[in-house]
């Protein structure tokens, strides 16, 4: 009940496409679910987060949709770039507990 | 503020010895992570701490694993004695819930080799 399923686990597209990674979740007391982005050799960084009271939420070129009734939530990369090839995470927390539990990670390479 | 100081960077030992990881939180903050890094099982949660307390660590391998954060400034992981199997990136993260955001702040990480 405190696993985060991630989805794929690598993905290859090319400049300007529009990779999507796909997380979900089953234990319904998480209720703050960030992506994380990391690069060789470095800690993952926060990228965008969301609450489980909106459906969307965009920054920049990065947009979560989140879907409670389904217990799932994803990532979209708007006109993706060479710069964006990286590891993503997404991760669930429970603002009760503190947890914060991290899916398997997908390993994305924009190609130029 | 410098972020989360873990030290060392990299870890070569030998089977069978201690290994001490070290971890410094952001000031200020009141929740303190251990997490594990391996290809095969992505980033674990080992155990996590709130003002210096352990709450959770169900995800401590082994007895051969423990933990401790003495002040709210210092945390430090051991595995006595190590194995290859131990062989990962370990990182310490530490974060402020009070502001509702929970955002989890990252140190650059321990490579740790046991050879």
């Known amino acids: 009940q405190q696993q985060v399923k991630q989805s794929p686990q690598s993905l290859i597209v090319q400049k300007g496409g529009i990779p999507i990674i796909n997380c979900a979740y089953e234990?319904?007391?998480?209720?703050?679910f960030p992506w994380y982005q990391q690069f060789p050799g470095k800690g993952p960084a926060l990228l965008i987060a969301?609450?489980?009271?909106?459906s969307e939420k965009k920054e920049g070129r990065f947009t979560i949709s989140f879907n409670k009734s389904a217990k799932q939530f994803s990532l979209h990369i708007m006109d993706s770039q060479p710069g964006d090839s990286a590891t993503y995470f997404c991760?669930?927390?429970?603002?009760?507990?503190?947890?914060?539990?991290f899916g398997q990670g997908t390993t994305l390479q924009v190609k130029p | 503020d410098a972020g989360v100081i873990q030290s060392p960077r990299h870890e070569v030992t030998e089977m069978g010895q201690e290994v001490t990881l070290r971890c410094k939180p952001i000031?200020?903050?009141?929740?303190l992570f251990w997490y594990r890094q391996t290809m095969m099982r992505g980033l674990e949660l080992l155990i996590y701490?709130?003002?210096?307390?352990?709450?959770?660590d169900s995800g401590m391998p082994e007895d051969r694993f423990s933990a401790k954060m003495p002040n709210a400034s210092f945390s430090t992981l051991k595995i006595q004695p190590s194995e290859p199997r131990d062989s990962a990136v370990y990182f310490c993260?530490?974060?402020?819930?009070?502001?509702?955001?929970?955002?989890?702040?990252f140190g650059q990480g321990t490579r740790l080799t046991v050879v």
């Open positions: 993260a530490s974060s402020l819930f009070l502001t509702g955001r929970g955002e989890a702040f």
């Open positions: 234990n319904t007391a998480f209720d703050y």
């Open positions: 969301i609450r489980p009271d909106v």
């Open positions: 991760a669930a927390g429970s603002s009760n507990t503190g947890k914060l539990i």
């Open positions: 000031s200020g903050h009141d929740y």
């Open positions: 701490f709130n003002n210096n307390v352990p709450i959770d």
